[in-house]
Nanobody
């Protein structure tokens, strides 16, 4: 019933910036907390950032804290991830996810819906 579509990925040089977007549909009359996860080649999918349904609470992994900013626009059903000062280790497929609840969660297993992912590649 919920569809998530990521966009905005691409190839950037180290130190550059990129903004990812996640368009959600089919959840107009429900409340969802949202999150971003990423998966690099040969590694498990890991938590990046999360935001409560109201947008009042956010959380970040230590590796991106201070560089990435998660935000949402519920009127447009859109989630964003602003990524600044990108590093080669940020290279991964980035996934948007939705959790049926108003409180943010960081555990991958707690999320109910996932997008197809968008590739982010950072060159040195």
């Amino acid at each position: 019933q919920v569809q998530l579509v990521e966009s905005g990925g691409g190839l950037v040089q180290a130190g550059g910036s990129l903004r990812l977007s996640c368009a959600a549909s089919g959840r107009t009359f429900s409340s969802y907390a949202m999150g971003w996860f990423r998966q690099a080649p040969g590694k498990e999918r890991e938590f990046v950032a999360a935001i409560s349904w109201s947008g009042g609470t956010t959380d970040y992994s230590d590796s991106v804290k201070g560089r990435f900013t998660i935000s949402s626009d519920n009127a447009k059903n859109t989630l964003y991830l602003q990524m600044n000062n990108l590093k080669p280790e940020d290279t991964a497929v980035y996934y948007c996810a939705a959790h049926r609840g108003i409180l943010l969660v960081t555990s991958l297993t707690k999320y109910d819906y996932w997008g197809q992912g968008t590739q982010v590649t950072v060159s040195s």
